[in-house]
């Protein structure tokens, strides 16, 4: 029997979630994630942030793994992690010679490669036909690979893996003085590809050395020759930096909604909660909208005057793109997850319900969610059965009623038997709601003996409620 808080059915429900949206994209033979069913693309940054998903359900399950279906899930969640960032070395340390003149040139044409083929791990673009010095991209694989070792996975095997390792942290540790393309893989705002120090680098290159210096990458059963080593100073010189550059990221960015990811999660980057509130504060009143936040200032990436034809503008024609910047999703996840942290419930409800008005707007689809197909009747009389099972949902006299946790974990259970989301769920029992109150109007239209009003099955049922 599950415990009391119902915690393994909201785990099994996420689990579906994960598997539904992440695990069944990933390639069986590289373990990445390809960017889109149209694109082999696998982006180094994407594929670390879509297992972190996965790696979070998998401690979930290992808190409360109490039966062997829980610990069997918890495995197959935490082999997933393993394959996904063993595929992102392998392909990267077929670049190892990329890193040994790295190290020497600093030049962006020997950096290693933010993007590879999801179905061989091999390389997709040229040297110079991206973007390729990204920084914050192997800061970020780095922090996790820590984050995931110390947590008990087995990621790296051999020496020969620790020694490249080893190699990615000097790649990363002069983050303060190396220019680099950014997170939007594009260097200096007019997209000339200018690399330019960029603060969300920075501030992920320091989380990185901090997460890595004295970890050793054989776990328990490691030894002196499998730790890893970081310069003292470094990391500091990150630190000196990045506090220097806040809350600008770039030289010509005055602001980016990127640097949500080191003033909190992943990074936490930043130790100063003043600078923190003020960063954190300048993205939300100058870059937050109604749907998620802009990238960043004058940003004309999709919007409805961006050239398609055209890659660089010159700095005084941005000035079109003011106040159409599109605004992105994303980025209340980011605010979602730091106000977790901080505390403050009033903004994580908040920027939840903006993130749920975004999904009923939308209608999943910038959530990437395929819709259930309700044609089978006896489903729908299934849903109803269990609705009316679950009085917290609609009826106003319960006193559970106002406990939206409670109605919350009613739905997600609900979801869970149907293998479908919440969202869906939702959507489907407001519609037979409206159904029934277009059914309702019609019945006080007619005439009073005119005749018996013509209902489907379902409808009918849902009179009876």
């Given at each position: 029997?599950?415990?009391?808080?119902?915690?393994?059915?909201?785990?099994?429900?996420?689990?579906?979630?994960?598997?539904?949206?992440?695990?069944?994209?990933?390639?069986?033979?590289?373990?990445?994630?390809?960017?889109?069913?149209?694109?082999?693309?696998?982006?180094?940054?994407?594929?670390?942030?879509?297992?972190?998903?996965?790696?979070?359900?998998?401690?979930?399950?290992?808190?409360?793994?109490?039966?062997?279906?829980?610990?069997?899930?918890m495995?197959?969640?935490?082999?997933?992690?393993?394959?996904?960032?063993?595929?992102l070395?392998?392909?990267?340390?077929?670049?190892?010679?990329?890193?040994?003149?790295?190290?020497?040139?600093?030049?962006?044409?020997?950096?290693?490669?933010?993007?590879?083929?999801?179905?061989?791990?091999?390389?997709?673009?040229?040297?110079?036909?991206?973007?390729?010095?990204?920084?914050?991209?192997?800061?970020?694989?780095?922090?996790?690979?820590?984050?995931?070792?110390?947590?008990?996975?087995?990621?790296?095997?051999?020496?020969?893996?620790?020694?490249?390792?080893?190699?990615?942290?000097?790649?990363?540790?002069?983050?303060?003085?190396?220019?680099?393309?950014?997170?939007?893989?594009?260097?200096?705002?007019?997209?000339?590809?200018?690399?330019?120090?960029?603060?969300?680098s920075?501030?992920?290159a320091?989380?990185?050395?901090?997460?890595?210096?004295?970890?050793?990458?054989?776990?328990?059963?490691?030894?002196?020759?499998?730790?890893?080593?970081?310069?003292?100073?470094?990391?500091?010189?990150c630190q000196?930096?990045?506090q220097?550059?806040?809350?600008?990221?770039?030289?010509?960015?005055?602001?980016?909604?990127?640097?949500?990811?080191?003033?909190?999660?992943?990074?936490?980057?930043?130790?100063?909660?003043?600078?923190i509130?003020?960063?954190r504060?300048?993205?939300?009143?100058?870059?937050?909208?109604?749907?998620?936040?802009?990238?960043?200032?004058?940003?004309?990436?999709?919007?409805?005057?961006?050239?398609?034809?055209?890659?660089?503008?010159?700095?005084?024609?941005?000035?079109m793109?003011?106040?159409?910047?599109?605004?992105?999703?994303?980025?209340?996840?980011?605010?979602?997850?730091?106000?977790?942290?901080?505390?403050?419930?009033?903004a994580?409800?908040?920027?939840?319900?903006?993130?749920?008005?975004?999904?009923?707007i939308?209608?999943?689809?910038?959530?990437?969610?395929?819709?259930?197909?309700?044609?089978?009747?006896?489903?729908?009389?299934?849903?109803?059965?269990?609705?009316?099972?679950?009085?917290?949902?609609?009826?106003?006299?319960?006193?559970?009623?106002?406990?939206?946790?409670?109605?919350?974990?009613?739905?997600?259970?609900i979801?869970?038997?149907?293998?479908?989301?919440?969202?869906?769920?939702?959507r489907?029992?407001?519609?037979?709601?409206?159904?029934?109150?277009?059914?309702?109007?019609?019945?006080?239209?007619?005439?009073?003996?005119?005749?018996?009003?013509?209902?489907?099955?379902?409808?009918?049922?849902?009179?009876?409620?």
């Amino acid at each position: 029997m599950r415990s009391r808080s119902n915690s393994g059915v909201r785990l099994d429900y996420y689990q579906r979630i994960v598997h539904k949206l992440i695990m069944n994209h990933q390639n069986p033979v590289t373990g990445l994630f390809p960017a889109s069913p149209e694109n082999n693309h696998a982006w180094v940054r994407d594929n670390v942030y879509c297992i972190l998903a996965v790696w979070g359900l998998s401690m979930s399950y290992k808190k409360i793994a109490d039966m062997d279906e829980d610990r069997a899930k918890m495995y197959e969640l935490e082999q997933s992690c393993v394959k996904l960032m063993r595929g992102l070395l392998m392909a990267m340390m077929q670049q190892r010679h990329k890193v040994e003149r790295f190290k020497i040139t600093q030049h962006p044409l020997d950096a290693l490669h933010a993007k590879y083929s999801s179905l061989t791990g091999q390389t997709v673009v040229g040297d110079a036909e991206w973007g390729h010095l990204q920084l914050d991209a192997i800061s970020l694989y780095l922090l996790v690979l820590a984050q995931m070792t110390a947590s008990g996975l087995q990621i790296i095997f051999s020496l020969d893996e620790v020694s490249f390792v080893q190699n990615l942290v000097f790649y990363i540790e002069s983050a303060y003085c190396i220019p680099d393309y950014g997170i939007w893989e594009r260097g200096d705002k007019t997209n000339h590809g200018l690399p330019e120090l960029n603060a969300s680098s920075i501030g992920m290159a320091k989380a990185a050395l901090e997460a890595m210096n004295e970890l050793d990458l054989f776990g328990a059963r490691g030894g002196p020759s499998s730790v890893i080593h970081v310069l003292a100073d470094e990391a500091q010189k990150c630190q000196a930096v990045l506090q220097s550059i806040l809350p600008r990221e770039s030289n010509s960015k005055e602001l980016d909604s990127g640097l949500l990811s080191i003033i909190s999660f992943p990074a936490f980057a930043v130790d100063d909660p003043d600078l923190i509130r003020l960063t954190r504060a300048s993205i939300v009143d100058r870059l937050q909208g109604r749907y998620g936040c802009k990238r960043f200032l004058r940003d004309g990436y999709k919007t409805p005057k961006e050239d398609p034809n055209r890659l660089y503008y010159e700095p005084w024609e941005l000035r079109m793109f003011e106040n159409i910047e599109c605004e992105w999703p994303l980025f209340f996840c980011y605010l979602v997850i730091d106000y977790f942290f901080s505390g403050d419930k009033e903004a994580v409800t908040e920027y939840t319900e903006g993130l749920e008005e975004c999904d009923s707007i939308f209608g999943g689809h910038c959530f990437n969610m395929a819709r259930k197909d309700w044609s089978r009747e006896e489903e729908v009389f299934q849903l109803i059965a269990l609705f009316e099972k679950e009085d917290i949902l609609w009826n106003t006299k319960s006193i559970e009623y106002c406990n939206r946790k409670k109605k919350q974990r009613a739905v997600e259970e609900i979801a869970v038997k149907f293998n479908c989301t919440v969202n869906e769920v939702q959507r489907k029992w407001h519609n037979l709601r409206n159904q029934v109150s277009q059914e309702l109007s019609k019945m006080r239209k007619k005439k009073s003996g005119s005749g018996r009003l013509e209902t489907t099955s379902v409808i009918g049922y849902v009179f009876q409620l």
